[in-house]
């Protein structure tokens, strides 16, 4: 059974720093299109972060020059590293893997990211 676990999330100060993991567990992410989402609280889901099979990535507008998002295929591991962190990142952070073809879609549970001092 495909199952995402993500970890990494907890209070950070602004201006604060965290690296966030996505481990995949029955699904080999390197072949999958991976991506972070982002739930402030009360808001929708959204796209922070993209890396497709070939290494490309995609950002967000508002976190370009402070998120990075990358992958270690020995472990299975997708990470978004968060710099210059923001009160507006607070929420809920979810990794997400979509199958060649977007044939199937997984998404993991989230873990929470709260920036305040």
């Known amino acids: 059974q495909v199952r995402l676990e993500e970890s990494g999330g907890g209070l950070v100060p602004p201006g604060g720093a965290l690296r966030l993991s996505c481990t995949a567990f029955?699904?080999?992410?390197?072949?999958?299109?991976v991506g972070w989402y982002h739930q402030a609280p009360g808001g929708p889901r959204i796209m922070v972060a993209q890396?497709?099979?070939?290494?490309?990535?995609n950002y967000r507008d508002s976190v370009k020059d402070r998120f990075t998002i990358s992958r270690d295929s020995a472990k299975n591991t997708v990470y978004l590293q968060k710099d210059k962190l923001k009160s507006e990142d607070t929420g809920l952070y979810s990794c997400t893997a979509e199958t060649p073809g977007g044939i199937r879609s997984y998404w993991g549970t989230g873990t929470q990211v709260t920036v305040s001092s």
């Open positions: 890396l497709n099979q070939l290494g490309g990535t």
């Open positions: 029955s699904t080999d992410n390197s072949r999958n299109l």
